[in-house]
């Protein structure tokens, strides 16, 4: 199912503040070379996770899924002056790619590249997290969710990526592991009593889950 007008999202790019020309060099090359260019997140995308990290100007950042690196620098331009991110990649010529593409950033001293299984990494960083991308593996998002919450400050973000999932979840009977999967974490998420969330129609969908405060 197409859920995405293309002619809306082709006017909403126009009027949304253009990628800088680092930005911009990693979507454009991604979309040419990679096979899986799909998985990349949109300009306008970009742009939104980009202004989310300027208004909460986070200390700490964890993205489980860096793909080519290019939703990391977007959620590294609010970083404060000391902020670290920490982005977590199973792929290895993904992470080579993105670490490539890191070395070319203002912010690549911020950025740290964890290569291997996200649920064996997270537990092995010591942070307390002001905004977390989750934009993995979907079968695992209640994983990472489970594991990242309890460890999200108060006011901290999580952002969770293909809450739509190319519109498979509208679908009146769901198949495939993955759309079932991500309807299972968006009931999850509904049902939990310690967050509040907003899903967003921007692009495969994001949802927006904030920890209620104690």
């Known amino acids: ?46 742009q939104f996770l980009s202004m989310l990290s300027k ?20 959620l590294a331009e609010g970083l404060k002056t000391g902020g670290e991110l920490h982005t977590i990649e199973l792929r290895e010529q993904d992470a080579n790619t993105a670490k490539q593409n890191f070395a070319l950033s203002k912010q690549n001293k911020q950025i740290h590249l964890h290569i291997g299984n996200a649920l064996e990494i997270i537990p092995q960083l010591p942070y307390r997290w002001d905004l977390v991308f ?7 998002y209640i ?6 919450l309890p460890r999200l ?16 979840v509208l ?11 991500i309807d299972a974490f968006n009931k999850h998420v509904a049902n ?10 921007l692009r495969d969908g994001l949802t927006l889950i904030k920890k209620r405060n104690q």
């Open 55 to 74: 208004l909460f100007q986070p200390a700490y950042v964890l993205e489980i899924g860096t793909f080519t690196g290019f939703s990391a620098i977007c």
């Open 1 to 46: 199912m197409e859920i995405i007008n293309t002619l809306a999202e082709q006017y909403a790019e126009a009027f949304t503040t253009k990628a800088d020309g680092l930005l911009q060099k990693i979507y454009d090359d991604t979309l040419k070379n990679h096979p899986h260019h799909h998985m990349i997140s949109g300009l306008v995308q970009g």
């Open 171 to 181: 679908e009146k009977e769901i198949t495939g592991k993955s759309a079932k999967a």
């Open 134 to 140: 989750i934009d993995a593996d979907k079968t695992g």
């Open 143 to 148: 994983d990472y969710y489970e594991q990242v």
């Open 192 to 201: 939990d009593q310690r967050t509040e969330q907003v899903m967003l129609t």
């Open 153 to 168: 400050r108060d006011n901290g973000l999580i952002i969770a990526d293909n809450v739509l999932f190319h519109g498979h």
